[in-house]
């Protein structure tokens, strides 16, 4: 047990870090480390069960950040700009663990982050839940901490929430409300992230210092709408929504989002060669929307 490496895994009961401590347990080298604000709650513990070593620490907290980092190895940082809505809160979580990892000299960090889309497009665009991971990343580059700067796409599992199809203006049918056009979109099932991650942390030397962004697939919006209805049996099509209205429409965020999808046009550079490397298993949105298809039984 000695030789195995600590690894710690932030937000070890939400998406992310869950998809990683579960990739890390398969793998013989690695002690997994869980850190969660909850170590009672069910996610938590079923993770104990599995084999992982749950600690409580809080990232405003730095003390705490401390204690779950000592005697670490290497760690998986992941920060949730949705607990909070704040730019700045996130941004200060980030940094507070980029100066634990630098004080406790960890061998390696995969961090969790995104453009900061404000700076890329001279304020143009502002995305808050981009942009303080966006200053995190540059945070560590300049740290002196190993790392590997990972930039996850539109996860999979957004057609489930706030992609998910909604019934047609005329009744005929279901449609997706994203507005992209006819620019491909990514997108990658957030629990093929694990896999990936545990990639890295066995070949630190390989891809430390890089920054890379992970897909397993380029589609238009288009082309999603139609494999949906391939594999639910239900009409699903494009709504062909603009930007300009999209940013109208009433719901919290409507503004920011729209400027997410504006940097989405651009581009944004996402590799799905590298991606299937480190991941060969990872699924295709057909592949996804296949094990997926029961969800959308109610449509």
């Keep these: 047990m000695a030789d195995k490496k600590v690894i ?12 990683v401590a ?17 170590p009672q709650q069910k996610a938590a513990q079923e993770l104990k069960k599995l084999g992982v070593e749950v600690v409580k620490a809080d990232l405003d907290d730095t003390r705490s950040l401390e204690a779950a980092l000592q005697g670490a190895d290497a760690a998986f ?9 704040s730019e700045e809160r996130e941004e200060a979580q980030g940094k507070r663990l980029a100066d634990v990892a630098q ?46 700067c990972v ?13 998910r199809p ?12 994203i507005p992209m056009g006819d620019v491909p979109m990514d997108g990658m099932a957030v629990a093929d992230l694990g896999p990936v991650v545990a990639a ?9 210092g890089r920054t890379i962004g992970l897909s397993t697939g380029k589609l238009t919006v288009a082309e999603y709408a139609a494999l949906m209805s391939k594999h639910t049996g239900k009409t699903i ?11 109208q429409l009433r719901f919290p965020g409507a503004q920011e989002l729209a400027d997410m999808f504006r940097f989405y046009h651009t581009a944004p550079e996402r590799d799905v060669a590298l991606t299937r490397k480190l991941n060969p298993k990872a699924r295709t949105f057909e592949e996804w929307i296949v094990e997926q298809k029961a969800a959308f039984e109610d449509l």
Excluded: C, I
């Design 200 to 208: 890295l942390m066995k070949a630190p030397e390989e891809y430390q």
């Design 22 to 38: 579960r990739a890390l347990l398969a793998e013989a080298p690695f002690l997994v480390r869980g850190v969660t604000r909850k």
């Design 237 to 247: 099509r494009d709504a062909k929504m603009s930007l300009e209205s999209y940013q």
């Design 166 to 177: 909604q019934r047609a203006p005329d009744g005929d049918g279901w449609e997706l409300v």
């Design 8 to 19: 710690v895994v932030f937000g070890a009961t939400g998406a992310q870090g869950g998809a």
């Design 151 to 163: 930039r996850v796409p539109a996860y999979f599992e957004n057609f489930l929430t706030v992609f």
């Design 103 to 148: 004080w406790l000299a960890l061998r390696h960090v995969v961090y969790s982050g995104l453009e900061n889309v404000k700076q890329l497009t001279g304020g143009q665009l502002s995305v808050p839940h981009f942009d303080g991971k966006g200053r995190v990343e540059e945070y560590f580059r300049a740290s002196g901490v190993p790392t590997t």
């Design 77 to 85: 940082l992941v920060t949730d700009f949705w607990e909070h809505l």
